[in-house]
């Protein structure tokens, strides 16, 4: 599979890596997700040139997960801002974050603390059953072909 095709694969993986799949542009969702939205300030967060960013971010805007909104008429400034698919991208945004925070953190512990604003409560995100809400463990779940899957040997 060549990486310029991903994006063609009967496999929904490797459809949202075509998008999200590489370091800087999980490091542009991250912030984003942290209410950051003007170009220089993505820049001076994650320190990427301004080509290799630019790049990331009009990529983002043609899959549609960030749209450009003007901020800024004379000269002409966009903040980039999450759309409802860029929305959908929190709960993986948020197991990344758990992931790093349970194996990465360190001595020092967690970077960051998410509070829920409904109850006021910090907590940890978890995968839940969409039907009994039970929590999901991977010995508990079985995958098995959808409508969009292969029919040939080659079946994800």
């Known amino acids: 599979m060549k990486w310029s095709e991903i994006d063609a694969e009967p496999c929904s993986v490797a ?5 999200i799949g590489d370091r800087w542009t ?6 984003c997700f942290l209410r950051v939205r003007r170009f220089e300030a993505f820049q001076a967060r994650i320190g990427l040139t ?19 909104v003007v901020y800024q008429s ?14 959908a991208l ?3 945004i948020m197991a990344l974050v ?11 512990g967690r ?13 940890d995100p978890v995968s839940v059953c969409s039907v ?10 079985r995958v098995e072909p959808g409508p969009g899957a292969r029919n040939d040997a080659g079946a994800p």
């Open 98 to 108: 758990h992931w790093g925070d349970e194996h990465m953190a360190g001595d020092a």
């Open 50 to 68: 301004r080509p290799l960013l630019a790049a990331r971010l009009r990529k983002l805007v043609e899959a549609g997960v960030l749209m450009k």
């Open 111 to 123: 970077p960051i603390l998410h509070r829920h604003t409904a109850c006021g409560h910090l907590f």
């Open 26 to 31: 999980l490091l542009i969702l991250r912030d």
């Open 90 to 92: 929190h709960p993986v």
């Open 15 to 19: 459809r949202a890596a075509s998008v």
């Open 132 to 141: 009994c809400a039970e929590p999901l463990r991977p010995e508990a779940v």
């Open 74 to 87: 004379r000269p002409t400034r966009y903040e980039y801002r999450l759309t409802e698919r860029g929305l």
